[in-house]
């Protein structure tokens, strides 16, 4: 069963958004960001990267996360039974043709397929928007790869509401 997300205040920490959709939870608790956390994503992402014409390094993509955890950016880990599976990092920007401001995912990452990936890009993508409309974005931006030919991601994206065109997805928060 698909549900709605949840969206608490905690005790002198800011206001944690989740999206649980069966056992994939999406989640901005920094709490739950621990060193184990961050190695295991990184892992993930790492062990993913195959053959990729631009090799990642471990320890820098592990800077990245953290340094985006202690930075002003979104970050969501994705947890599958209490597991982390993956993470979301998405930016804060502003078109310079309109005046709309949009939440843009950066990173992307999951360790799983088929069904549990699609929960965790649904999940994740929900936290995403829930944090866009909550800090007034007028839209949620999620760019495809490349190397996904059959631009299955932001087909999965568009199955959840989001309009895909090519490998990008975008979601009026405003509508």
């Known amino acids: 069963m698909i549900t709605g997300g949840t969206r608490r205040e905690t005790l002198g920490r800011p206001c944690v958004i989740e999206a649980r959709i069966g056992s994939v939870v999406a989640t901005t608790d ?67 043709i309109t005046d709309a401001r949009f939440l843009q995912q950066t ?4 360790c799983v397929t088929g069904a549990a990936a699609v929960k965790a890009v649904w999940a994740s993508h929900r936290v995403l928007l829930k944090y866009a ?20 991601f932001n087909r999965i994206l568009a199955k959840d509401g989001w309009h895909s065109q090519g490998y990008l997805s975008v979601f009026n928060t405003k509508e």
């Open 30 to 96: 920094r709490q739950l960001f621990t060193k184990e956390a961050i190695e295991s994503v990184t892992q993930n992402y790492f062990d993913k990267s195959g053959d990729s014409p631009i090799p990642p390094v471990f320890d820098v993509c592990k800077n990245i996360i953290t340094n985006n955890i202690k930075g002003n950016n979104l970050v969501v880990f994705i947890f599958l039974e209490d597991r982390p599976i993956g993470a979301l990092i998405a930016r804060k920007g502003a078109s310079e």
């Open 107 to 110: 990173f992307f990452n999951t």
């Open 133 to 152: 409309r909550l800090h007034d974005y007028s839209y949620g931006v999620s760019p495809g790869n490349s190397a996904d030919e059959n631009n299955t």
